[in-house]
T-cell receptor
Framework: DVKVTQSSRYLVKRTGEKVFLECVQDMDHENMFWYRQDPGLGLRLIYFSYDVKMKEKGDIPEGYSVSREKKERFSLILESASTNQTSMYLC???????????FGPGTRLTVL | RKEVEQDPGPFNVPEGATVAFNCTYSNSASQSFFWYRQDCRKEPKLLMSVYSSGNEDGRFTAQLNRASQYISLLIRDSKLSDSATYLCVVNMLTGGGNKLTFGTGTQLKVEL
């Protein structure tokens, strides 16, 4: 079974803090993705990566950065957290664009 | 116009009913199509891929209509356990490469 794990299920941070969200997959997938999900807006792509050290902006990259130093790990970084970044963050991986994405359990981030 | 549009629902149906969801997409260059299921406070999981010829998996049937740019999901003999949000996902080929776009989801509630 493909497994995608995320470092935290729930996280509470203060405005201005630097936040790291970690994601690890165990199926040697090329593609990894970070989404945020908000009520009424659905899943929106923040960043994705199709190879180690490669990254591409998604639809809403502002305020975020990513790092992929190893194939299995994709990190999302909030350099200076703001209240409008309170959301559910979902990581996913896939073998290719034509294949299904496997999601991690999500991290519910609250920025106070 | 949204790239992928779904009726948000909720669809409230009695157990045993047949229910159908539609999803429209705007990009005619779209290449692959999926239905995901998301339970409350859980991550999305693939329900089925959608093929040009249509495909069936037990009580679930997916259809693709490229001419009208929509995909559909039919659920027969609804069970209480089918209650969830169903996400339509479209892989589009854009100038920047592939892009997976999620609809905002259709909520289904199956009742006794």
């Amino acid at each position: 079974d493909v497994k995608v794990t995320q470092s935290s299920r729930y996280l509470v941070k203060r405005t201005g803090e630097k936040v790291f969200l970690e994601c690890v997959q165990d199926m040697d997938h090329e593609n990894m993705f970070w989404y945020r999900q908000d009520p009424g807006l659905g899943l929106r792509l923040i960043y994705f990566s199709y190879d180690v050290k490669m990254k591409e902006k998604g639809d809403i990259p502002e305020g975020y950065s990513v790092s992929r130093e190893k194939k299995e790990r994709f990190s999302l970084i909030l350099e200076s957290a703001s209240t409008n970044q309170t959301s559910m963050y979902l990581c996913a991986s896939s073998l290719s664009w034509a294949h299904e994405q496997f999601f991690g359990p999500g991290t519910r981030l609250t920025v106070l | 116009r949204k790239e992928v549009e779904q009726d948000p629902g909720p669809f409230n149906v009695p157990e045993g009913a047949t229910v159908a969801f539609n999803c429209t997409y705007s990009n005619s260059a779209s290449q692959s199509f999926f239905w995901y299921r998301q339970d409350c406070r859980k991550e999305p999981k693939l329900l089925m891929s959608v093929y040009s010829s249509g495909n069936e998996d037990g009580r679930f049937t997916a259809q693709l209509n490229r001419a009208s740019q929509y995909i559909s999901l039919l659920i027969r003999d609804s069970k209480l356990s089918d209650s969830a949000t169903y996400l339509c996902v479209v892989n589009m080929l854009t100038g920047g490469g592939n892009k997976l776009t999620f609809g905002t989801g259709t909520q289904l509630k199956v009742e006794l």
